[in-house]
């Protein structure tokens, strides 16, 4: 057991109370956490409400040692200097020892070398998936104070790969979206692909608002792809795609998620689509999934079908678990707890009221957790990096349809064989 | 390499069309016009209304001509719209341009021409939503004249071309051998002159405005028939445009001709060397070279 003082014996006290199934004992005492989401956009507001409600229910449990969690939001518009500012409020003001987004890479980036790394606060963020993180990570910039629960763009690139092995083309051209995530995509995806032996035959940058794409497309064309691989959004996917079709390009593509749209099934028109395959990532099919759709589901009356929403209730489980099992509130001392609530040896816990319960009983007795999710059994690298199962998907006539599932193994062997 | 010059020069014609309505506009009533590259985007949209209305009034009108996506209906409805886009380009010198060329100085009309190109953009984002769009949704199959070295060519593009060509010719025509066109260049040239020999500015103003909005109505059917239809394409094209209008020199309608294949080839051949990436940038780069040697454009002179 874990004795770190006279005052931690009474919260072991009520968690047994809590055990045995009396109502939850009052809380006195309150801890703080910090939040940073976008909640000023229409699909950030769900993702602070999933938090409130994932901390909404780990109080229900008993909160963090005893201790009533108030989780303290501030909006980042979307905006690095806007979250920035709020993360230093609430770091410096609130002294929270933990900080939970942002949503986008660029606003976590900044708030992770500049807020938290300095000041000792641990950081977890639902979906930043810039692999520039596990670059800092590497150079040992992060101090083990960041985490991720989304799967990363290397993530993404090798199902691009897989998808593409298993429809067996030998010569891929890769055009790709000129920005941080495209440029990220197809160099990883150029670089998976040379590793299983397929050509890729060019790679090309697609620009947003040319008047004309058909010079970009030429120069592929001329490689003679057998296959293309898209990374673009769907207005330039469509003007890149009708040119390509018209000029007697192949129709085999395989597509990344931002194409997963009915404005470019629309713009394109589905019976030029028939042979493409698009990839996304998906939530794993067990039971913990299911049970947070269920919990999701009682609490709002409506699916979780918006961005992040299971990444977010897990970065909060995991990270008041952690608090949990910490011997003190310090972010590195949180940081270190979250390897042991998320051990793949350890106990499975399923994040509702009971199971909470359970967990913080077995954290009690030193005992470490297996964190299984709406994301699945969560499992971090030592960058602080998760991986994620993956489906790839068909354009069909209501939108679109899953044909295959990549389970976890299948993305992480995949991405182990081609790391060797 | 032959594939890029040809795509080069139907880009480059598309462009020329642009750039005259403009270079005139510019030369007459010496401001820079932000809007102009809007007119094109109007001229595309009004064209793809009435080419719904005739096609559902007349379903004869709605089957192809040969191996080309135009239609009869699209063909009307592209006379309509160079005569429809005229009347807005006019109605905005009415209600805008008009008034603070009375009261203000050029660099008023140049912002005020970017307010204009704002609403008129957004009033179509309105009315036609943001996503692109088709006058046919069918694509159209390229034909291969040669495989090697390989050649492409969409029957559509070969018509445009043309198409293109022959408006162009016969705006030269009438520029350089009407009493229409001799009046436009007086005006041009030196207006008080041209006034005090009879020759009517207002006139002559709203004749520069339809000649304009003509054009560019049938460079954005052109450019929609060639591409596609997006509240956008204007903001896409209006680099390219001033880059055609300024290496061609202001006010000279064929260095706007000229001018529009230079940027045209141009963004085509570059691909050949540099990383598309960089394609962006090439306008500018036009820009910056044509000025550094000749100050005033190809076929400019200084004033």
């Known amino acids: ?420 | 390499m032959i594939q890029s010059l040809f795509d080069g020069i139907l880009v480059g014609a598309i462009l020329s069309l642009g750039a005259i309505g403009l270079t005139m506009m510019m030369h007459i009533l010496r401001f820079a016009n932000f809007s102009h590259a809007e007119l094109l985007t109007v001229g595309a949209y009004v064209a793809l209304v009435f080419d719904a209305v005739f096609s559902a009034l007349v379903p004869a009108f709605a089957t192809k001509w040969g191996s080309l996506s135009l239609t009869a209906a699209l063909a009307v409805a592209t006379l309509l719209s160079i005569a429809i886009t005229g009347a807005t380009a006019v109605a905005a010198d009415r209600l805008i341009f008009k008034r603070l060329r009375e009261n203000a100085g050029p660099l008023t009309m140049v912002f005020a021409s970017f307010g204009v190109a704002l609403v008129m953009r957004n009033v179509i984002s309105l009315l036609f939503g943001l996503q692109t769009m088709h006058y046919s949704n069918d694509i159209a199959f390229a034909m291969v004249i040669s495989l090697d070295p390989l050649l492409l060519i969409k029957p559509d593009q070969f018509f445009v071309l043309i198409l293109a060509l022959t408006a162009m010719a016969a705006l030269h025509l009438v520029m350089t051998r009407t009493p229409l066109g001799f009046a436009l260049r007086a005006i041009s040239e030196n207006p008080p002159l041209a006034q005090a020999n009879g020759i009517n500015l207002k006139r002559m103003v709203t004749i520069t405005w339809m000649i304009g909005g003509g054009l560019a109505a049938l460079a954005g059917v052109f450019y929609a028939l060639t591409n596609q239809i997006s509240p956008i394409m204007g903001r896409d094209l209006v680099l390219s445009l001033f880059a055609a209008t300024i290496v061609g020199g202001i006010g000279s309608v064929p260095g706007a001709f000229i001018g529009g294949f230079v940027v045209g080839l141009a963004s085509s051949l570059a691909l050949l060397v540099i990383p598309s990436g960089y394609n962006p940038a090439l306008p500018f780069m036009i820009i910056l070279i044509t000025l550094y040697f000749r100050p005033f454009g190809l076929f400019g002179e200084e004033r």
């Open chain 1, 1 to 420: 057991m874990n004795r770190t003082g006279f005052f931690a014996l009474p919260a072991l006290a009520v968690g047994t109370l809590i055990m045995a199934g009396s109502p939850a004992a009052a809380q006195d005492c309150t801890t703080k956490i910090g939040a940073v989401l976008p909640t000023s956009v229409d699909w950030g507001r769900p993702i602070a409400e999933t938090a409130q409600y994932a901390v909404d229910l780990f109080n229900e449990a008993g909160g963090v040692k005893g201790c009533k969690v108030e989780m303290i939001l501030r909006d980042t518009q979307v905006d690095p200097k806007v979250g920035v500012d709020a993360a230093k409020a609430l770091v410096d003001l609130e002294k929270v020892p933990l900080l939970l987004g942002a949503v986008s890479s660029g606003v976590s980036m900044p708030i992770l070398t500049s807020v938290t790394v300095p000041s000792n606060v641990m950081q977890m963020s639902c979906c930043s998936s810039s692999t520039a993180f596990t670059g800092v990570a590497e150079e040992g910039k992060t101090k083990g104070l960041w985490f991720r629960t989304f799967a990363t763009t290397r993530n993404q690139a090798a199902v691009a790969a897989m998808l593409i092995r298993d429809k067996g083309y030998k010569n891929v051209a890769i055009l790709y979206k000129n920005d941080d995530w495209g440029q990220d995509i197809g160099k990883l995806v150029a670089a998976d692909l040379e590793k299983i032996g397929v050509k890729v035959t060019a790679n090309v940058a697609i620009n947003d608002g040319q008047p004309s794409f058909r010079a970009e497309v030429t120069e592929v064309l001329k490689t003679k792809p057998e296959a293309l691989y898209l990374a673009i959004y769907p207005a330039e996917g469509a003007a890149v795609v009708r040119e390509w079709v018209s000029l007697g390009g192949t129709q085999k593509m395989v597509v990344a998620n931002s194409l997963r749209s009915d404005e470019f099934r629309d713009a394109v028109g589905l019976k030029y689509l028939g042979d493409v395959v698009g990839h996304d990532s998906a939530p794993p099919r067990t039971d913990a999934a299911t049970s947070f759709v269920d919990l999701y589901k009682a609490k709002f009356n409506s699916e979780p079908n918006g961005p992040g929403l299971p990444n977010i209730f897990d970065a909060v489980m995991i990270s008041l678990l952690a608090m949990e099992a910490a011997p003190e509130l310090k972010g590195d001392q949180i940081a270190a707890q979250v390897a042991k609530v998320t051990d793949p040896a350890g106990m499975a816990v399923f994040p509702n009221v009971d199971g909470l319960k359970a967990a913080k009983a077995a954290l009690a007795e030193g005992k470490s957790l297996s964190y299984t999710g709406g994301t699945g059994a969560v499992k971090f690298d030592k960058n602080g990096d998760v991986s994620a199962p993956a489906v790839g998907w068909t354009f069909s006539e209501g939108g679109t349809s899953e044909q295959t599932y990549f389970t976890l193994s299948d993305v992480d062997g995949f991405i182990a064989s081609i790391s060797k």
